[in-house]
């Protein structure tokens, strides 16, 4: 049964979204952090996936408050990203609540470091950010999805699993936000590459007809945000998959 998850993005303590990661069109929402969070525990989900946006601009996370606030104040995993640079950064996250760290820039421009972490923390504690803005070139796109490196997924991806990596979240920056649906032939591809990795995918989601058929694609969780920020989600439409969760 796939995991669902809420990505909650922070930047200047307010929770945003972006269409295919452009700055420019950020819209920001009437939600506090830690409400939003409650509230979603309080229907049943189990973990967020907590996004750092000025952290990940910045180069170093900005919002550990806002994560030791969720930490303290809910019990819900918390999956933190953005900015996570140094060792220090990665014992912060975990000191001020975090179950698991997501890590994207540095697995491309410091592959040792990550993987060092991935031997440190256990495979349970670090998830690779593995992000696409070409599904059909899948160059890994990293810096807030502003650059664009020479290493395609499958060869990044495969550099780690070797290593032993189990989790991916991997999005389609071109379906970001947009509310067109996922890529599944992408996640598909993924999984057909890599059967044994647990693959968490994120972008597109319009409703829960998207998630069932993530869900028939053997994926082990799904991130959405804009369509429940925007009302097209519901609470209420994800019963079934809490509920077989918590059983």
């Known amino acids: 049964m796939i995991q669902v998850i809420p990505s ?21 929402y009437d939600e506090n952090p830690l409400d939003l969070a409650k509230r979603f525990q309080d229907s049943g989900i ?11 601009e910045k180069g170093s996370p900005k919002n550990y408050h806002v994560l030791e606030a969720m930490s303290a104040y809910t019990g819900l995993q918390i999956d933190f990203t953005g900015g996570v ?21 540095i697995a491309v421009t410091n592959p040792q470091l990550f993987t ?9 504690k670090m998830t690779l950010g593995a992000d696409v803005v070409d599904i059909n070139s899948k160059h ?11 290493i395609t997924l499958f060869d990044h991806i ?16 071109s379906r970001d936000g947009v509310l067109e649906g996922p890529a599944f032939s992408y996640y ?23 998630i069932k058929r993530l869900d028939e694609l053997g994926l082990y969780a799904v991130i959405f945000g804009k369509a429940y920020y925007e ?7 994800l019963e079934h998959f809490l509920v077989k969760n918590e059983s």
Do not use: C, N
Request: glycine share 10%; net charge neutral.
């Open 116 to 124: 060092s972490w991935l031997v440190s923390y256990g495979r349970e």
């Open 231 to 237: 009302g097209v989600l519901k609470l209420k439409d």
């Open 158 to 173: 495969q550099r780690f699993y070797d290593d032993g990596l189990k989790y991916v979240k991997s999005t389609d920056v």
């Open 140 to 150: 890994i796109a990293f810096r807030s999805w502003l650059k664009r490196s020479e």
């Open 85 to 105: 640079s140094t060792d220090g950064d990665v014992g912060k996250a975990f000191e001020y609540g975090a179950s698991q760290v997501t890590v994207a820039s």
């Open 46 to 56: 189990e973990k967020i996936h907590l996004v750092d946006l000025d952290g990940a």
């Open 8 to 28: 909650i993005a922070i930047r200047g303590g307010k929770v945003v979204k972006m269409r295919k990661g452009d700055p420019a069109s950020e819209k920001a």
């Open 188 to 210: 598909q591809e993924i999984r057909t590459q890599f059967p044994d990795l647990q693959i968490l995918a994120s972008g597109g989601v319009r409703g829960i007809d998207d």
